[in-house]
């Protein structure tokens, strides 16, 4: 077995668990109903991995919950601050970097390892066009 780490949620793994068993599904009546494997389910359940955004919306749908249910988010949003307005002045690496991260840490707990990992995949992938047009 490799060596890679958790990177779940147990505390939203027994949610789902829970739920599921409240609703008298098995794990694979559960992954069927999303479209996913068994394996992938009970990773899910015990905290071993993180619910992907593909399959967000579905494993609600079929525990009959909302994403603020699922995901706590009702509860754990802090509340928004107004965004700066002065386009007069451009904003600092620093600035920029409190703001990514302001943003990222305002989402629920559960999805902001995949919110991290698109805005990154999203900056190398600007930073290899910007390359290739310099080149070409």
Same mark, same amino acid.
């Given at each position: &077995? $490799?060596?890679?780490? @958790?990177? +779940?949620? %147990?505390?939203?793994?027994? @949610?789902?668990a829970d739920r599921? !068993? !409240?609703? +008298? &599904? =098995? *794990? @694979?009546? %559960? ?5 996913? $494997? ?8 015990? +905290? ?5 955004? #593909?399959?967000?919306?579905? %494993?609600?749908?079929?525990? +009959? &919950?909302?994403?603020? !249910? %699922?995901?706590?988010? !009702? /509860?754990?949003?802090?509340?928004? #601050? ?7 002045? *451009?904003? $600092? ?9 302001? /943003?990222? /840490? =305002?989402?629920?707990?559960?999805? *902001?390892? /995949?919110?991290?990992? #698109?805005?990154q995949l999203r900056? &190398?992938?600007?930073?290899?066009e910007e390359q ?5």
């Open positions: &077995m $490799s060596g890679s780490s @958790k990177t +779940g949620d %147990l505390e939203l793994g027994l @949610k789902i599921r !068993e !409240e609703l +008298g &599904m =098995s *794990r @694979k009546d %559960l992954a069927q109903a999303i479209g996913a $494997s068994y394996p992938y389910v009970a990773q899910i359940e015990t +905290g071993y991995r993180l619910p992907s955004t #593909r399959y967000q919306v579905p %494993l609600a749908k079929a525990l +009959g &919950m909302s994403l603020d !249910e %699922l995901f706590g988010t !009702e /509860e754990s949003l802090p509340p928004t #601050r107004p965004r700066r307005t002065t386009a007069s002045r *451009r904003s $600092s690496i620093d600035d920029v970097v409190e703001q990514a991260a302001n /943003e990222v /840490e =305002s989402l629920p707990a559960p999805v *902001r390892l /995949e919110a991290l990992s #698109r805005i900056i &190398m992938q600007g930073v290899v290739a047009r310099a080149r070409g």
